[in-house]
C-alpha cells in the first residue's frame, strides 16, 4: 500500500496539468473565501495540492503560507509561484502532525477537498483550531461521499489496486462533517454547497 505522501507525489503532475472541473463553482467559492480575508491576514492552507488557489487569493493582500503532505505538489506550486512573481505566498511541506508552524498563528486555516483524504479527521480539525487564533476561521471545503457519490465505496477498492485511489477517504454525511467541526471547538458561521449538485460542502467556521 503507498504512503499518502507517494500516491500524492505520484499523481502531482497529473494533477496539475487537469482542468479545473467546475470553474462557476470554483469562482463562487474563491468569492466566498475573498469575503472572510483582509490584507495582512496570515492565512495558512493545507493541502494546497499545486498552489492555484493560493496564489488566486494572493490578490486579497493576505499572507498566505500554503502546505501540502506532498514535496511534488509543493515544487510545481513554487514554481507557479516563482514565475507569477508572487512575493506574499510561501510553499512548504508539512502536515497537521508534523509542521513546526507553531501555535495560535493564523487568522484564517483553509482546506479544500482534503478533510475526507486526511487518517484522524477529529485530531487534524483539533490541531487547526490549535493554529488559528483566538475568533481566527478554519474556511474549508470538502467532499460529501455519502450524499453524492455513495457508489464509490464499491469502486474504489479496484481503483486503489490499481493504485488509482488513496488509501484514505472518508465518505462523510454533510451532518456528520457540520457536527465534527463544531465539536473541535468552531462555530459555523456560513455553510453552503459549491457546486450543489455534487453536495461539496462549503463552510467557514469560528474558533470559540
Ligand atoms: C484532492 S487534492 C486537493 C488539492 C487542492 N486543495 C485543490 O482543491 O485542488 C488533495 C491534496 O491534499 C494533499 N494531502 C493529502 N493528504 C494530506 C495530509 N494528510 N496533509 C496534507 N496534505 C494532504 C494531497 O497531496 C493533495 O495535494
Known amino acids: 500500500m503507498p504512503t499518502a505522501q507517494s500516491f500524492w507525489d505520484k499523481a502531482a503532475e497529473k494533477y496539475a496539468a487537469s482542468p479545473i ?80 508552524l507553531g501555535e495560535r498563528a493564523f487568522d484564517v486555516a483553509l482546506s479544500f477537498n482534503l478533510l475526507h483524504l486526511v487518517g484522524d479527521v477529529p485530531a487534524a480539525l483539533r490541531e487547526i483550531g490549535k493554529l488559528l487564533k483566538p475568533g481566527g476561521l478554519f474556511i474549508s471545503k470538502t467532499a460529501c461521499l455519502t450524499d453524492s457519490m455513495g457508489y464509490l465505496k464499491l469502486i474504489l477498492p479496484v481503483m486503489r489496486l490499481f493504485g488509482k485511489a488513496p488509501d484514505t477517504v472518508h465518505f462523510f454525511r454533510t451532518e456528520d462533517l457540520d457536527r465534527m467541526i463544531e465539536a473541535a471547538g468552531f462555530e459555523l458561521i456560513e455553510t453552503g454547497y459549491y457546486p450543489e449538485k455534487t453536495r461539496s460542502r462549503f463552510i467557514v467556521a469560528r474558533k470559540r
Open 21 to 100: 472541473k467546475d470553474m462557476d463553482a470554483y469562482e463562487a467559492t474563491l468569492a466566498r473565501v475573498r469575503a472572510h480575508l483582509n490584507a495582512g491576514d496570515a492565512v495558512l492552507e493545507i493541502g494546497c495540492g499545486t498552489g492555484t488557489t493560493a496564489l488566486k487569493l494572493a490578490d486579497t493582500g493576505a499572507d498566505i503560507t500554503a502546505t501540502d503532505i506532498s514535496e511534488k505538489m509543493i515544487a510545481i506550486a513554487e514554481g507557479k509561484r516563482a514565475a507569477a512573481g508572487v512575493s506574499t505566498v510561501r510553499f512548504r511541506q508539512a502536515t497537521l502532525d508534523n509542521h513546526g
